[in-house]
Nanobody, 125 residues
Framework: QVQLVESGGGLVQAGGSLRLSCAASGGTFSMFNMAWFRQAPGKEREFVARIRWSGGSPYSADSVEGRFTISRDNAKNTVYLQMNSLKPEDTAVYYC??????????????????WGQGTQVTVSS
């Protein structure tokens, strides 16, 4: 059973930075395509960024492109989300997830079958 634990969330002022981490256990992490999603109150969960099992082809949503960077360390079974130039609209619970589809370009939450419990990110104006 794959387990994911996110950390690194918190309260930050607009323009600040945070780095989220997601530690995985219970599977072969180096084979997982991974992603970050977020969900703000009253809104649907939305795709943020994804990365392939090899660390290649990182891809971010337009809303965070140029500000957020996804990366991974397969030796540590961990995926990261570096968030810079944060905005109040980035406030949400952030989740990491493991893809359960073979499609490497998946951005729908339906294509991800294992989820962490989430970590809260709050950006004040």
């Amino acid at each position: 059973q794959v387990q994911l634990v996110e950390s690194g969330g918190g309260l930050v002022q607009a323009g600040g930075s945070l780095r989220l981490s997601c530690a995985a256990s219970g599977g072969t992490f180096s084979m997982f395509n991974m992603a970050w999603f977020r969900q703000a109150p009253g809104k649907e969960r939305e795709f943020v960024a994804r990365i392939r099992w090899s660390g290649g082809s990182p891809y971010s949503a337009d809303s965070v492109e140029g500000r957020f960077t996804i990366s991974r360390d397969n030796a540590k079974n961990t995926v990261y989300l570096q968030m810079n130039s944060l905005k109040p609209e980035d406030t949400a619970v952030y989740y990491c997830a493991v893809a359960t589809t073979a499609v490497p370009t998946a951005t729908s939450s339906r294509d991800y079958g294992y989820w962490g419990q989430g970590t809260q990110v709050t950006v004040s104006s």
